[in-house]
């Protein structure tokens, strides 16, 4: 047929609704797809769902095909059908008129091995897990009552709103939301840094830091989550000082942020339930606490009442308790009055011991026998001292008698030789002494000459100084002087004020107070 529009050359062509084209699309499927035997990775499991079925889909690295399993058939499966499940599914293909999409309703199931995403989630989880980022010790308890709830979720989901609702509805605090994308290629690096972000605010600063996090997103394919189960959200939530409460997809949607985290919510409402309380039960919790206060305090009053009525009871009357100390209180008195008089004969015998013991020991009787032992002392010295000086006195006659004349003369002698010797040897000691230091004066005499300028002036060189006598070491310094003295090996030559003059001696020429004699000067041009 030649090809025009339809619009411009009538067709034979039969008409079809659109539920018989439906339908005849439907038959030819199941027609031509009786029965297949399908390989595929399961994403996006939801069930059993109310009505007993369920929903997925079967995909592999460039198709995806939906999946349902009805209520009779899920009920016996042998194996029950998980998220990234990698199966091989037998059924029969059909499809569903009401989306104008194909699908296969799946009857049997057989475990094929984990998918690619299964198998890479799982090796991460090993590694993360060898590290010990899940270890039970590492987790916190959350704070019974946060001042302020730090979230990190998207700001236009229903979580979020689902989030303040309930903190709302249970103990009404303050919330700070971080808004990142859930979803997508920088959604894992939005939340890493979100969260590190909250635990880098500092306490009392203008924003306030959190007292807890709440990590939430909705449910959804393991595709869609797969943003909490990369490494840097794991260990930015593991380095978090902050206790944080993870809360990503429904209570069968398990991500590897849940292993790490200090608490996992099964849901985002459930998340704001784990960080407060609910202020009625507080409110009633405090009520009934004090009302049980109250009534046993006065429970155990009236015990104790009742206790001390039943010992008053008990106890005997006053005139019963006071008769037995009444009786030895006059057995006492009794026995007092002899037990003084025996007790003050006693002391009176004491005392006269004292006074005769006394009378023995007085300072008068001491002091005659200390005086009578210091006559004797004094006695004794005295003879001591005759004879010492009696004994000395002999010594020295002796000592007189040996000092001749002769003795001293050759004693002078002696003395007199002794000391020409030792005049001698200083005399020789001092010139030696003197030679040393002359020679190491020479010495000093040389060095000095040959480390003096007087060398250098020698060689050819000047010294070049101004009117006061100070060197001259650059042309600007020469310049700023009145005149310049030019000082050689033989001799000084002052040039300046427009005439020159030599001089043997500068200081000469100054004293006699002559003018120099003028020559031309070395500066006129």
Same mark, same amino acid.
């Given at each position: 047929?030649?090809?025009?529009?339809?619009?411009?050359?009538?067709?034979?062509?039969?008409?079809?609704?659109?539920?018989?084209?439906?339908?005849?699309?439907?038959?030819?499927?199941?027609?031509?797809?009786?029965?297949?035997?399908?390989?595929?990775?399961?994403?996006?499991?939801?069930?059993?769902?109310?009505?007993?079925?369920?929903?997925?889909?079967?995909?592999?690295?460039?198709?995806?095909?939906?999946?349902?399993?009805?209520?009779?058939?899920?009920?016996?499966?042998?194996?029950?059908?998980?998220?990234?499940?990698?199966?091989?599914?037998?059924?029969?293909?059909?499809?569903?008129?009401?989306?104008s999409s194909y699908q296969i309703i799946i009857?049997?199931?057989?475990?094929?091995?984990?998918?690619?995403?299964?198998?890479?989630?799982?090796?991460?989880?090993?590694?993360?897990?060898?590290?010990?980022?899940?270890?039970?010790?590492?987790?916190?308890?959350?704070?019974?009552?946060?001042?302020?709830?730090?979230?990190?979720?998207?700001?236009?989901?229903?979580?979020?709103?689902?989030?303040?609702?309930?903190?709302?509805?249970?103990?009404?605090?303050?919330?700070?939301?971080?808004?990142?994308?859930?979803?997508?290629?920088?959604?894992?690096?939005?939340?890493?840094?979100?969260?590190?972000?909250?635990?880098?605010?500092?306490?009392?600063?203008?924003?306030?830091?959190?007292?807890?996090?709440?990590?939430?997103?909705?449910?959804?394919?393991?595709?869609?989550?797969?943003?909490?189960?990369?490494?840097?959200?794991?260990?930015?939530?593991?380095?978090?000082?902050?206790?944080?409460?993870?809360?990503?997809?429904?209570?069968?949607?398990?991500?590897?942020?849940?292993?790490?985290?200090?608490?996992?919510?099964?849901?985002?409402?459930?998340?704001?339930?784990?960080?407060?309380?609910?202020?009625?039960?507080?409110?009633?919790?405090?009520?009934?606490?004090?009302?049980?206060?109250?009534?046993?305090?006065?429970?155990?009053?009236?015990?104790?009442?009742?206790?001390?009525?039943?010992?008053?009871?008990?106890?005997?009357?006053?005139?019963?308790?006071?008769?037995?100390?009444?009786?030895?209180?006059?057995?006492?008195?009794?026995?007092?009055?002899? =037990? #003084?008089?025996?007790?003050?004969?006693?002391?009176?015998? %004491?005392?006269?011991? @004292? !006074?005769?013991? +006394? /009378?023995?020991?007085?300072?008068?009787?001491?002091?005659?026998?200390?005086?009578?032992?210091?006559?004797?002392?004094?006695?004794?010295?005295?003879?001591?001292?005759?004879? =010492? #000086?009696?004994?000395?006195?002999?010594?020295?006659?002796? %000592?007189?008698?040996? @000092? !001749?004349?002769? +003795? /001293?003369?050759?004693?002078?002698?002696?003395?007199?030789?002794?000391l020409q010797t030792l005049a001698g040897r200083?005399?020789?000691?001092?010139?030696?002494?003197?030679?040393a230091q002359r020679e190491r004066l020479g010495?000093?005499?040389?060095?000095?000459?040959?480390?003096?300028?007087?060398?250098? /002036?020698?060689?050819?060189?000047?010294?070049?100084?101004?009117?006061?006598?100070?060197?001259?070491?650059?042309?600007?310094?020469?310049?700023?002087?009145?005149?310049?003295?030019?000082?050689?090996?033989?001799?000084?030559?002052?040039?300046?004020?427009?005439?020159?003059?030599?001089?043997?001696?500068?200081?000469?020429?100054?004293?006699?107070?002559?003018?120099?004699?003028?020559?031309?000067?070395?500066?006129?041009?």
């Amino acid at each position: 047929m030649p090809d025009t529009p339809p619009d411009s050359q009538p067709s034979n062509a039969p008409e079809w609704s659109v539920s018989e084209l439906s339908g005849a699309l439907k038959r030819t499927v199941e027609d031509a797809f009786g029965y297949v035997r399908v390989r595929g990775e399961i994403s996006g499991y939801r069930g059993p769902v109310a009505s007993g079925h369920a929903y997925f889909a079967l995909k592999d690295e460039g198709a995806k095909i939906d999946a349902v399993i009805w209520k009779g058939n899920l009920a016996r499966l042998r194996q029950r059908p998980e998220e990234g499940m990698e199966v091989i599914a037998h059924g029969r293909l059909t499809t569903f008129p009401g989306k104008s999409s194909y699908q296969i309703i799946i009857d049997r199931l057989e475990p094929a091995g984990l998918g690619a995403l299964m198998a890479l989630l799982e090796e991460r989880r090993r590694k993360l897990a060898a590290e010990g980022l899940f270890d039970e010790g590492r987790k916190r308890a959350l704070p019974f009552l946060p001042r302020v709830i730090g979230v990190v979720t998207s700001p236009t989901g229903a979580v979020i709103r689902d989030i303040l609702h309930r903190i709302t509805d249970r103990f009404p605090r303050r919330v700070i939301v971080w808004p990142v994308r859930v979803q997508g290629e920088t959604s894992a690096a939005e939340i890493a840094n979100a969260i590190a972000g909250f635990d880098a605010l500092p306490a009392g600063g203008p924003i306030p830091r959190p007292d807890v996090l709440i990590v939430a997103r909705g449910g959804g394919s393991l595709e869609d989550l797969w943003s909490f189960n990369e490494e840097i959200v794991v260990r930015a939530a593991a380095a978090c000082s902050i206790p944080l409460i993870s809360a990503v997809g429904h209570e069968t949607d398990w991500t590897l942020i849940d292993h790490v985290a200090d608490r996992r919510a099964p849901t985002p409402t459930g998340a704001a339930e784990m960080a407060v309380p609910v202020r009625a039960d507080l409110f009633a919790n405090l009520h009934d606490l004090g009302a049980r206060l109250t009534g046993h305090a006065l429970r155990m009053i009236e015990r104790r009442r009742q206790d001390l009525r039943n010992l008053g009871r008990a106890l005997p009357s006053g005139e019963a308790l006071l008769a037995t100390p009444r009786q030895k209180l006059d057995l006492a008195a009794g026995r007092l009055v002899h =037990a #003084l008089t025996l007790n003050t004969r006693r002391h009176h015998q %004491r005392y006269d011991a @004292l !006074t005769r013991r +006394l /009378l023995t020991q007085s300072p008068a009787n001491r002091l005659d026998r200390s005086r009578d032992r210091f006559h004797a002392v004094a006695e004794r010295l005295e003879a001591s001292a005759r004879i =010492a #000086l009696s004994r000395k006195r002999e010594a020295f006659t002796g %000592r007189a008698a040996q @000092l !001749t004349p002769l +003795l /001293l003369s050759r004693r002078s002698e002696a003395g007199r030789e002794r000391l020409q010797t030792l005049a001698g040897r200083l005399l020789q000691a001092a010139a030696a002494r003197t030679s040393a230091q002359r020679e190491r004066l020479g010495r000093f005499a040389v060095l000095l000459e040959a480390y003096s300028y007087q060398g250098v /002036l020698q060689r050819g060189f000047a010294l070049v100084r101004d009117e006061e006598g100070r060197p001259i070491r650059n042309v600007a310094s020469a310049q700023a002087a009145s005149s310049l003295d030019l000082q050689f090996a033989d001799g000084h030559f002052i040039v300046g004020n427009g005439a020159t003059s030599p001089t043997s001696n500068p200081a000469k020429a100054k004293a006699k107070g002559g003018p120099a004699r003028t020559q031309p000067s070395l500066f006129d041009d």
